[in-house]
């Protein structure tokens, strides 16, 4: 089973990175999970420049989309909102059926204490213009993050990490219900 895993945040050591990889060391010998390495990379979305054959960067976030049996989305909150990147990477999806039904678990955390909510609440409309399923358990909001993580991402807080467990056994479940 492969897991592609975007985070939100393009700055090194992000809290949200570091996340996935929490969900990635929870996961069993069965599953690999991947991050994506090409968010910076991708154009800004306009329709017209949604061309057959796609632009490089946007084939490359198509075909690992569409080599994943599930997908993960970690995001920070900005602006009350998802980065800009995050909401131009899932706009170069929507033209397209890849993450029609794709398993999908959602994860926005933040050192404040809301904790990434609006972050959350502007990402599931996109999720749902997609026609993803949303994995049972698979929508997590983790606030004051940095308290529940050491500086190298190891979850020190017992509930974040039940969360997290949790959010995995979601995502799996899903795959296999596919």
């Known amino acids: 089973m492969t897991i592609l895993a975007i985070s939100g945040s393009l700055r090194v050591g992000s809290t949200n990175t570091l996340l996935i990889q929490a969900v990635a060391d929870r996961l069993p010998d069965t599953a690999r999970l991947?991050?994506?390495?090409?968010?910076?990379?991708?154009?800004h979305f306009s329709p017209e420049r949604d061309t057959d054959p796609p632009l490089t960067?946007?084939?490359?976030?198509?075909?690992?989309?569409e080599q994943a049996d599930a997908v993960l989305i970690c995001t920070p909150e900005y602006a009350f909102g998802i980065p800009g990147v995050l909401k131009n990477a899932l706009d170069w999806l929507v033209s397209t059926t890849l993450m029609t039904h794709k398993p999908v678990a959602a994860l926005s955390a933040s050192p404040s204490y809301a904790g990434g909510e609006r972050a959350m609440a502007s990402l599931l409309p996109t999720l749902q213009a997609l026609d993803v399923t949303l994995a049972e358990g698979g929508v997590l909001v983790v606030s004051s993050v940095r308290s529940k993580m050491a500086p190298d991402g190891t979850i020190t807080d017992e509930a974040t990490d039940a969360d997290l467990r949790s959010l995995v056994q979601g995502v799996l479940r899903a795959v296999k219900a596919t």
């Not at 991947?34 to 154009?43: I, M, S, V």
């Not at 960067?57 to 989309?65: G, K, M, N, Q, T």
């Open 57 to 65: 960067p946007v084939a490359h976030l198509r075909e690992s989309i």
């Open 34 to 43: 991947t991050l994506f390495d090409g968010l910076d990379a991708l154009p």
